[in-house]
């Protein structure tokens, strides 16, 4: 299958600073890409859909000031966590998808553990 | 509000014999369905799917059922080798096309035991 990775796989990163992470898709072209976000023992939350060259779509109650997101290229997604607190410690996973492609083929990356002091 | 429930958090089965995996939902709107297994350190992989127009689909090994009645789905593996032990993830959709999201459940850690 295609193959998605994010970078880093891990962070940890002081009170107030602001967090990068990034979402490849190394063997396809990502025309859609998602956010979510798992905090234990809980679920995969979407947190917003990108579309490339156009501005994210945040799921309900997601702060989009606070979770920048950018899809400038077919391969590359962002997710910036600014002034980053400690409730912001979670899983970050990104997905991405093909155009015209269906869920089966959605692919996920290994996620991106963050840890807010 | 948990639209997808997995209500076991873990399962140990015997090599060999089957293990079935349960998924609720209370979303009356959800009519595609699918099961997503994960390693440690990897992202979930794509299992199997299934359609609200078909109650069964089966895919070597893996077969999930769906009961729209009861708002229940269950993946049945069989026979349980020690690979499948990971993490299942059922997750549930208004459709498979478009950017209609993903709802995913908390997820069944699977232990295969030798």
């Known amino acids: 299958g295609a193959v998605v990775s994010q970078h880093p796989s891990r962070v940890i990163c002081k009170s107030g600073t602001s967090v990068k992470i990034e979402c490849r898709s190394l063997d396809f072209q990502a025309t859609t890409m998602f956010w979510y976000r798992q905090f234990p023992k809980q679920s995969l939350m979407l947190m917003a859909t990108s579309n490339e060259g156009s501005k994210a779509t945040y799921e309900q109650g997601v702060e989009k000031d606070k979770f920048l997101i950018n899809h400038a290229s077919l391969t590359l997604s962002t997710l910036t966590v600014t002034s980053a607190h400690p409730e912001d410690s979670s899983f970050y996973i990104c997905?991405?998808?093909?155009?015209?492609?269906?869920?089966?083929?959605?692919?996920f990356g290994p996620g991106t553990r963050l840890l807010v002091l | 509000d948990q639209q997808v429930k997995q209500n076991s958090p873990s399962l140990s089965v015997q090599e060999g014999r089957i293990s079935i995996l349960n998924c609720d939902y209370t979303?009356?709107?959800?009519?595609?369905f699918l099961w997503y297994k994960k390693y440690p350190a990897e992202g979930p992989t794509f299992l199997i799917s299934i359609s609200s127009i078909k109650d069964k689909n089966e895919d070597g090994r893996f077969t999930v059922f769906l009961n729209k009645s009861a708002k229940h789905l269950s993946l049945h593996i069989v026979p349980s080798q020690p690979g499948d032990s990971a993490v299942y993830f059922c997750?549930?959709?208004?459709?498979?096309?478009?950017?209609?999201?993903?709802?995913f459940g908390t997820g069944t850690r699977l232990t295969i035991i030798p």
């Open positions: 997905s991405a998808r093909g155009r015209g492609q269906v869920k089966e083929t959605q692919y």
């Open positions: 997750a549930a959709s208004r459709s498979n096309f478009g950017n209609e999201k993903l709802t």
């Open positions: 979303n009356s709107m959800f009519d595609y």
